[in-house]
């Protein structure tokens, strides 16, 4: 995911070793922009250390964006190693989460997501299992050509 945003104009990607410490950025960077900001955990330990961060940012009432990741979807709700329940984590510091269960969500609840994050200021979470982070990415790195045979394949298998 990095390499897909590092070299687009506009953004600044700064890498940190701890979601925490990345949570705790992204505040600060909402907080001297004045414009949303993002930040990005990994499944299982790194969902739980954005917490503090996330807290903060939504009692600030800065504009923040969180992208968790979480165990492949198949295996959501089977115990599986470093599974958490992310819609009841940040159910007290978000105004809004949502689990991205299929890439044709993807559009759709990230804008969700901005939109409550940027119009009530606070933060909004999108939650991407393993699996749907899989497909998009073969979306994001096809060819033109091939992403919308890809894309309409896609959807002939979800109707």
């Given at each position: 995911m990095a390499k897909a945003i590092h070299p687009r104009k506009g953004l600044a990607l700064v890498e940190v070793q701890h979601a925490e410490a990345s949570a705790l950025a992204t505040g600060g960077e909402a907080t001297i922009s004045s414009s949303l900001a993002?930040?990005?955990g990994a499944c299982g330990p790194g969902t739980a250390q954005l917490l503090n961060g996330l807290y903060d940012c939504h009692r600030n009432h800065l504009p923040v964006l969180a992208i968790v990741a979480q165990v492949p979807s198949y295996e959501i709700g089977s115990s599986y190693f470093q599974e958490t329940r992310p819609e009841l984590l940040f159910r007290?510091?978000?105004?809004?989460?949502?689990?991205i269960a299929v890439p044709a969500q993807a559009v759709r609840v990230?804008?969700?997501?901005?939109?409550?994050a940027?119009?009530?200021?606070?933060?909004?979470v999108v939650v991407l299992p393993a699996d749907v982070v899989v497909h998009l990415a073969a979306l994001a790195t096809a060819p033109p050509g091939e992403a919308a045979l890809r894309a309409a394949h896609l959807a002939h298998l979800l109707n």
């Amino acid at each position: 995911m990095a390499k897909a945003i590092h070299p687009r104009k506009g953004l600044a990607l700064v890498e940190v070793q701890h979601a925490e410490a990345s949570a705790l950025a992204t505040g600060g960077e909402a907080t001297i922009s004045s414009s949303l900001a993002v930040c990005v955990g990994a499944c299982g330990p790194g969902t739980a250390q954005l917490l503090n961060g996330l807290y903060d940012c939504h009692r600030n009432h800065l504009p923040v964006l969180a992208i968790v990741a979480q165990v492949p979807s198949y295996e959501i709700g089977s115990s599986y190693f470093q599974e958490t329940r992310p819609e009841l984590l940040f159910r007290d510091c978000s105004h809004y989460c949502a689990t991205i269960a299929v890439p044709a969500q993807a559009v759709r609840v990230t804008e969700a997501a901005v939109q409550v994050a940027l119009g009530r200021g606070g933060v909004g979470v999108v939650v991407l299992p393993a699996d749907v982070v899989v497909h998009l990415a073969a979306l994001a790195t096809a060819p033109p050509g091939e992403a919308a045979l890809r894309a309409a394949h896609l959807a002939h298998l979800l109707n």
